[in-house]
């Protein structure tokens, strides 16, 4: 029996990065059109995701979301409880997840099913002292593992007044505020890639 428990969860074709410009890392640019095609009803659909982790022709898309508190990060370790095996143990800056068929309870379709995934990740995930507001910082494409070949992250970045953030669930283990320095710095190598490739551009800007 899969670990997936016949979870489906949304995807893209591969043909769609070729649409709104192929990237490799982050792309900062061009983030608005690129998500009324990501987000077009037309042009993406739900697959078993035990298929779809072993199927690099598409792309799974995942809320990626950065927790700022001024200059601090949210981070933490991935625990056996979360969905993907293959990067427990590792230190993580994004929260978020797949986007599942119970996202388009109500009729919602395209971006309103998106941001209801958003919300319930972040709401499965955390407790907030004060309601959180996100924006899409970039998307992210890695084609340097297996894990990101089938994964295309839209990477949110919110900031919070405070840091009355807590864990909700055991996949967020050992959750702390973190200055950026020391995530760019001496805690750069334990950091999943995503994590890295996002710590770097928020360094740099």
């Avoid at 958003?118 to 890695?142: C, K, Q, T, Y």
């Avoid at 967020?172 to 805690?187: H, I, K, Q, V, Y």
């Amino acid at each position: 029996m899969s670990k997936y428990a016949g979870e489906e969860v949304l995807v893209v074709p591969r043909s769609v990065l070729d649409e709104i410009g192929h990237f490799e890392g982050l792309c900062t640019e061009g983030l608005e059109s690129a998500m009324q095609v990501l987000l077009d009803p037309q042009r993406h659909f739900f697959m078993d995701r035990a298929t779809a982790e072993d199927d690099p022709t598409h792309k799974q898309l995942i809320p990626y979301c950065i927790i700022r508190c001024g200059d601090r990060i949210l981070n933490y370790t991935r625990g056996k409880a979360g969905g993907e095996a293959r990067l427990h143990a590792q230190r993580s800056v994004g929260v978020g997840g797949h986007i599942n068929p119970v996202d388009t309870g109500e009729g919602r379709t395209g971006p309103a099913a998106y941001q209801a995934a958003v919300e319930r990740e972040l709401a499965e995930e955390l407790i907030f002292g004060s309601l959180p507001v996100s924006r899409v910082f970039a998307l992210l494409n890695d084609e340097s593992n297996p894990v990101g070949q089938v994964h295309l992250g839209v990477v949110h970045l919110i900031d919070v007044e405070n840091d009355n953030v807590h864990s909700n669930e055991d996949a967020l283990a050992d959750l702390t505020f973190t200055p950026l320095s020391e995530l760019a710095g001496p805690l750069f190598d334990r950091l999943e890639t995503w994590s890295q490739i996002c710590i770097r551009e928020l360094a740099d800007s």
